[in-house]
C-alpha cells in the first residue's frame, strides 16, 4: 500500500495510478526496492515510484531507560515539590 498515489484520468475517462511514493521507517531498503518492482513491474499505467527510507542515527532510546523505580520516584518527587514550590 502505497503512502501516496498520484491518479490521472485517461481520454477514456478512466482513473490510472501513474505516480507513487512510499514511504518506509521498519522496511529495509531492499523491501522497499521489491515494493518499487511490483508497481512499476505490476501496474502498466504506473510511470515513476519514489521511495524514501527514514532511519535514525543514532537510534532513540527512552531517557529513562535504565533508571531503577527507586531513580524514578526521586524524580518524580522531585518535579511535585518543585512545581508546588514555585
Known sequence: MPELAL???SDMRS??????AKVAFLETYEQLVQ????WLEGNETVSLVMLVKL?????YRRPM????ESDISKKVACVRYCSVGS
Not at 65 to 68: G, I
Open 65 to 68: 531507560q535504565d533508571l531503577t
Open 35 to 38: 515494493n518499487a518492482k511490483l
Open 15 to 20: 482513473e490510472e495510478v501513474k505516480f507513487v
Open 7 to 9: 491518479n490521472v484520468y
Open 55 to 59: 532511519e535514525e542515527d543514532p537510534c
